[in-house]
């Protein structure tokens, strides 16, 4: 079993920077993919990045360039540097972790870009 918390969403005007991040307790962090899912009002919720444990990247293609996403297998943390925010980032962030056919959530994090 593994427990999720988020932090560091917020309010930021377009073109600013937020960090969120992702604290997991629970034992082998090293060996889950760590993901940032995010939902928009009205959306689906979708993957806007992964880190697998074997430190493989993938980025949504509308967030490739402007987020960043890093792991710290020692301190059981994934984290999500987001700059360059639009207007259309605007979500729920969910931190989720994964492997073999189990999957966990974050309760999320609001972020909001708006002037």
């Known amino acids: 079993q593994v427990q999720l918390v988020e932090s560091g969403g917020g309010l930021v005007q377009p073109g600013g920077s937020l960090r969120l991040s992702c604290a997991a307790s629970?034992?082998?962090?090293?060996?889950?993919?760590m993901a940032w899912y995010r939902r928009s009002p009205g959306r689906q919720r979708e993957l806007a990045a992964i880190?697998?444990?074997?430190?493989?990247?993938k980025y949504q293609e509308s967030v490739e360039g402007r987020f960043t996403i890093s792991r710290d297998n020692a301190k059981g943390t994934v984290s999500l540097q987001m700059n360059g925010l639009k207007p259309e980032d605007t979500a729920v962030y969910y931190c989720?972790?994964?492997?073999?056919?189990?999957?966990?959530w974050g309760q999320g994090t609001q972020v909001t870009v708006s002037s």
């Open positions: 989720n972790a994964a492997r073999w056919g189990s999957a966990y």
């Open positions: 629970g034992s082998d962090f090293s060996t889950y993919a």
């Open positions: 880190i697998f444990n074997n430190g493989i990247i």
